[in-house]
Structure formats: C-alpha cells, structure tokens
C-alpha cells in the first residue's frame, strides 16, 4: 500500500518534471537542452523510468545514476535521484544531491523553486521541521500560490499545532481553486477553525472558544465536533436551553453523528425541562433510519433506568441484529438479562442472535488510505487528512429474516404515534 503511494507520487513527479513550466522554460531559455535530451535518449534514462514503474527503486536508482553521469548538468534526473533516496529512506543522501544543485550558477526561478520543493520534502522526511518551513516558505517567494508548497507548509503547521498558519496556508490553497473544490476547502477551514476553539477552549476563553465554533459551522453547516464543542460551551456557561439547540442542530444536519451528542442531550434535556424528549428523539432517529443502532441502544439504556428493562432488551436485540461487533451492545444485554435474572428464553434468543451473526473488528476506515481505527477520528493519524473516516458495514445479509426469525418484528410494539412523530 505505501509503496504504491509512493510510486504514484514519483510517477507524478516525474510526468510533471517533463511536462511542466521548469522544462518548457529550460527548453526554451537554457542552451543546454540538448545534453539533457542526450541523457533523457540514454537506455540508462528508460530502464530506469521502467524500474521505477515495476517500483524497484534500488534498480531505478543505478540506472539513473549512469544517465545522470551521461548528462552530467541535467537537472531533472538529479532531482529524481535526490527523491528515490529520500523514499529509500536515505535522507542525508538526498538532502546533498538537492543542496548542489542549488550550488549551480545561472538556475532559473522556477527550477531553483523546484529544487527547494524537493528539499522541502527531504528535511521534512528527516524531522528537520524549521527548515523545511523555511525551505517551502522560499518556494511560495518564487512561485507565489505552488499548491504542493502550500500544502506541505499546510501539514507542517498542523504537525506543529500552529492552527492560525495552518488555517491562513488553506485559504492560500482555496484562494487558487476553481469553485467545485470549494466546499473541500470549507471542510478543512471549518475543522481548522474548530481546532483555534479548542486551544481557546484550553486557554478557558469561553467567549474566544464559541466564536471559533460558531465561525466553523458558519464555514461547514456539516462539522459535528463544531457543534458538540459549541453546545459543550453554552453549557458550561449556563445555557443549557442554547447547548440543547446547538447539539439538536448536529443531530439534524448529521443524524448519522447524532449519537455523538446523546449522552450530552440525555442529561441536558431534563435540566431544560423536558423528560420526554430524549427517548422521542431516539425514536425518531430509529423512524428515519432503521439501521440506527446507535439510537436503539442509547433508547434501551434509557428504557432501563426507567424501569423497562424488557421493552430495553427487545431494542437491544435489534440493534445487536444490526451491529453485531458493538461491545457495549452485548455488555448492555448481559446487564438487562442479569436484570431479569437471565429468564433462559431471551438468554436462548441472544445466543441464537449471536450465532448468526458476523463479526469484524476496528469498524472506522480511512476512504483515503485505508487506516482502520476503533473510534471515529476527525483526522487521519496516517494519512493527516480531514474527515475521511466511514463506518464499515457487515451485517449478516437478509436483516429483517434475522430478525424475525430471532425476535419479534421490528418496532412491533413500539407505539405508531412515536414511529411517526417529527421533529
Ligand atoms: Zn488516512
């Protein structure tokens, strides 16, 4: 997997080192083209792109060093090699090959901005943060609005937890971009102004910290820590009414996130006066999307401290018929069987729920790179990439059968008013 990262990075370098603004420009400016197409004409040239494809890098890395010494000035084949090394891992090695070419006379803005970029990459691969910050810093002097610059400074500052650079790097980076990539560019914004609140937060700067939330929801109506962290805020303060709407209004514009607030919401409702609305926002949820089975949990742990421990099991045996993987689930019905001194029918349908269940572990995937976690994260800690976690989904193939085999139909004894209900 990271090698195929890898070799597509390179292979896209290389496309670009040939085909972009620094060859055209040398082509047409620097008289020394014609040693550079001797080289790039070398056998030693081709086998070492075909190394590369086939990503066997030590290969790649002999040929190219012959055509590098065939060519002797070209600059590209330099820089490659200076890059295979740092992928190799040999950072040292490639930090020297990019440091003397930037020794050389007469380079022209652009390859000298190409150079730093690359060294950039190197001291960034060996720890040496300030001076990759200095080196990508140079390149956007020369080349005002390089995105791969601004992209590296970007993860640079958020490795650092200098959140108002990182922020100010993206607006850089949406300031550039045609406008169907504009709304990734507010979801990365919304998160980075989320993470200004939490320092605020910190900091106990209650005013600073909701201005920062509020601004990341203005951003992203679709940022779930934004509103948790605003509605934990107005709570905190006091506003429990405020909280309550701010955490009712993730629940609406994410209802797959909802469970993030449930606990939060269960114990602000009663403050705000209301004892009915937890359970009927579950049963809502449950109406809307019958896979929800998170609300069914959060509904039976209610049920049960309000002395309904059988109705509890019966929307605990959906949801498990749903997830069978979520721990708290089966802890949740060992409780309530317990409850119940384990009356053996209903531990016989668990059992038999159970049987037939498939399992699988660390549901929460990476789209981006496939990092699989345990818990929802907001950023990848692999790929460092906002907002790419989904929750993987094997159920056992034919639900409804499942559970009418195992237990009674879904929502049979559930009220038609509440199934019905609206928020
Ligand atoms: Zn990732």
């Known amino acids: 997997m990271g090698s195929q990262v890898t070799l597509a990075a390179l292979v896209a370098l290389l496309i670009g080192l040939a085909a972009g603004k620094a060859w055209e420009r040398y082509k047409l400016r620097d008289g020394q083209w014609i040693d550079r ?181 203005e951003m992203d109506s679709k940022n779930t820590p934004a509103y948790l962290n605003l509605g934990d805020v107005q709570f905190y303060q006091g506003n429990v009414a405020d909280a309550v709407v701010t955490w009712e209004r993730l629940v609406a514009t994410s209802p797959e996130r909802a469970y993030l607030a449930f606990s939060r919401l269960e114990s602000a409702y009663p403050k705000a006066g209301s004892d009915t609305s937890f359970p009927e926002l579950c049963r809502t949820l449950i109406a809307d999307n019958p896979q929800d089975w998170r609300a069914r949990l959060a509904l039976a742990r209610h049920l049960s401290s309000r002395g309904a421990p059988r109705d509890a099991l019966e929307r605990l045996f959906e949801a498990l018929v749903i997830n069978p993987h979520a721990l708290a689930l089966h802890q949740a019905i060992w409780q309530t069987l317990s409850s119940l001194e384990l009356p053996r029918p209903l531990v016989d349908r668990y059992v038999e729920l159970t049987r037939s269940s498939i399992f699988y572990l660390d549901p929460h995937i990476c789209m981006r790179c496939r990092y699989r976690s345990t818990e929802l994260l907001w950023q990848c800690p692999h790929c460092h990439e906002w907002n790419t976690f989904v929750e993987e989904r094997i159920a056992p193939k034919d639900i409804e059968a499942l559970v009418e085999e195992g237990t009674p139909a879904v929502g049979q004894d559930d009220e038609p008013a509440d199934l019905s209900s609206t928020r």
């Not at 507010?186 to 980075?192: G, K, Q, S, T, Y």
Request: net charge negative.
């Open 37 to 217: 197409r001797r080289a790039r004409e070398s056998p030693h040239y081709m086998l070492g792109l075909n190394f590369l494809v086939a990503d066997q890098v030590d290969h790649a890395i002999e040929e190219l060093t012959r055509a590098a010494q065939l060519s002797g000035e070209g600059l590209e084949i330099h820089l490659i090699l200076g890059n295979l090394y740092r992928e190799k891992g040999q950072v040292g090695r490639a930090i020297q090959e990019h440091q003397a070419l930037l020794q050389r006379p007469n380079l022209r803005k652009l390859e000298h901005a190409n150079v730093l970029l690359c060294l950039g990459l190197d001291y960034k691969a060996g720890g040496f943060v300030d001076r990759a910050l200095e080196a990508f810093s140079e390149v956007l002097r020369m080349d005002p609005g390089n995105e791969y610059a601004l992209s590296n400074l970007e993860k640079l500052y958020e490795e650092q937890h200098q959140w108002q650079e990182a922020y100010a790097t993206r607006q850089l980076l949406a300031a550039g971009a045609v406008e169907e990539k504009q709304p990734r560019h507010r979801e990365i914004l919304a998160f980075l102004e989320d993470a200004l609140g939490r320092d605020a937060l910190k900091r106990l700067d209650y005013g600073q910290a909701a201005r920062h939330f509020s601004a990341a929801i």
